[in-house]
């Protein structure tokens, strides 16, 4: 057998690299602060082609300023990314492909851009990497995705650069982290600079360069649901969920997905739950976004805690209202963390109850339909039976149907739906759309 | 139906609770240095009989003087607390138990306790709560175990209160975070104060009390293994593994247990492996802690990257000095994170490796034998199929067995054991030792 061969390699690449280009932007900077006007610039000097560019854009907040930026360097200079994406949410998160100045994708979920992802890939004009969960994603991000570059959002930071992400810390921690101790360079967009910060949510030796954008990040208010337009078959269907399901199993714990059928359940608590008694004995903690249709619940009492993914629109002066219920900081606000939220929605709760497109004869179920590449999002990470799973709760015990001494209990997996979707298309099909994209794609 | 009621109850207990407790040690408090002769008195007047307290013990990183300290409050004053830790590893954690200071116990391993802890249940010493892999725990943290209470070990603190962890980072801000943004208290002991820390890893405003300890705090040296005494046995198994798994599977990203099974896999990468032609296609990147046994794969270019659930007592400047493999802060040295790397090993690795005490003919195992109750630490977190993972690897896409269009891809399992263990105890056995100890408990 031969000797170990020795290399004589740097083991500093990264880190020489890092301060190669920050010195690039030296001329710009006054502390970690870059003005505005310089972004398109500073991108420039500091990104180099076939970079790992993790680009925050989860499907609420959005690092819209920093985005616009990078659709706006010059593909001569900056081409052949490798983007990093939860949400592939904006036109320019797109457009960049089009313009050769990313090349490949990561991604965990596309929503309102999901035909024209599928368009693209078809057109070659977007490598597919591979689609994720949001948790898997995060994941990979330590092992064999670790970022280049990160591109995130904060609202608030003070002059060394600590920074304040308040009820939309979201995802932005652990993107930076992952960049941050790997020799990567973090870029922020805040929508201010204040003298002090209410708290501090990431401390400033994470960063390195913080610009104050035109105006605030996109923020979408996804959950926020008009009670109005819940159908009477909703009703019935989630009256159906507490009497049948959270009752008969003790749901004590879990995850709704979005929509109409689940905010029903929501709403339904303190009237239909509390004439069948069980107030403080189902769905008393939840892994959630501040739904306002959870406030009659918690205001009525029934509900312990929520933590949340990320935060609502409209529901910062609620959630810092009911410390008791949420999770919030030292300044009073929400604190939402979507990594931990998906590790507690996986493992830690009795149910998740969520909703989708297609379900087949043996119940596989998919999201994905001919002409769409919607991607995950969180769900199959807390819709699956998480077989690492060690304690019991008496919903998980009830699940257990056999008779072995090794049987083990299973995390409740509800789907809603009806049996038709909008536009009169079935919801159970011979076989999944998603089968016919993954040949195709293959 | 009936209206909803609404309770008029105070939404502000838990930040009223803490406001008062915390005023009682004002007297005290230099900012938010307390003395560490003051340490017990503190801990009686911050604690409430039956508050959840987590209390930071993972198998390497130990909150010794603060566990000390509990450990001599007054079980008139402080009993019945609900403990939450990672690992039950010093005597104290469970004296407070047979003093009546804790009741119950939710935990994740018990290593080198793991037989008085048995006993104790048995003795009804000790109220079993669940026993949990380290993810799982995390998670509750966050949904039905939120701390009152987190009593945590950091290296440094400034006067702010800003914390550095260091290399053993570990799961400090993770317990921290479920603390301090459910207005729980967090209690903090530090090796030092400093004027300036190398970095910051915990922002001040997230703690509430730092205490100097008397020495500094017990920190294992787990990993370290002496190469003299890996066995023949040994080096051929790792031939084995190399040749018939991870050459076969194209393996790239994995995740080794502890013990000279895979430490031997480690050292023969650059000598067996190199000679197989198998340098850089696989075991680039890594899920581990900083073993000295990786270091001669390191050294000869195999290894890209390393993400570290915690540190590892001698590895420091060796870490510090290779930060395009491990993840470093700005200061140089290693940066670990327990959460994040578990959820990386679970999500997003093709293979696990570890060791068991016992299997029976259908391939279950198990590390829980009569007599003993060890908790199940982070493997079966790491060592099963995610059924939430979407995205694929060639080994993941190896592993599909079957010719259904929805087949899936699987992560690698393996269980390195010898027929029989220490002590001649066979490991195949008919029937596991944990559906007796679970019978029993039952």
Redesign the interface.
Known sequence: ???????S???????DQKAVRLAKIDHLLKGKLLGNAHIIEALELLISPGDKVVLEGDNQKQASFLSKALNEVSADKINGLHMIMSSISRPEHLDIFEKGIAEKI?FSYAGAQSLRVSQMIEDETLKM?????Y??L???L???L?PNIALVAADKADAQG?LYTGANTEETP?II??T????GIVIVQVNELVEE?P????????IDCIVVADQPYQLEALFTRDPRHITELQILMAMMTIRGIYERHSV??LNHGIGFNTAAIELLL???G??LGLKGKIC??W?LNPHPTLI?AI???WIE?V?CFGGEVGMEQYTA?????F?????GSL?S?R???Q???????DAFVGSTLQIDGEG?SSTVTSGRLSG?GGA?????????????TPAWLDMINEQH??ARGRKLVVQMVETFQSGNEPVFVE??DA?KVANKQA
């Not at 057998?1 to 290399?7: C, L, V």
């Not at 941050?180 to 020799?183: G, L, M, T, V």
């Not at 999770?327 to 300044?331: E, L, W, Y």
């Open positions: 057998m031969s000797g170990i061969k020795k290399t390699k740097s083991w500093t690449t990264r880190r990561d990497g591979e689609i994720h969960t948790l898997e995060y994941g990979r330590f092992i064999d670790i600590n652990t982290e992952a941050a101790f790997k020799d910060l708290r501090v949510d990431i401390p400033a030796s994470w004590q714990s303190p009237t239909y509390e004439k008393k903690h892994a009659p205001e009525s009492g805690s933590h209202a009911r410390p008791d219920v999770f919030t900081g030292r300044d604190r963390n990594a931990m939220c590790v507690a929605g996986q493992y830690a709760v596989n995950f199959p990470n807390m819709g699956h039976d998480p077989r690492g799973r060690r304690h019991s001494e090794l076989s999944l089968i």
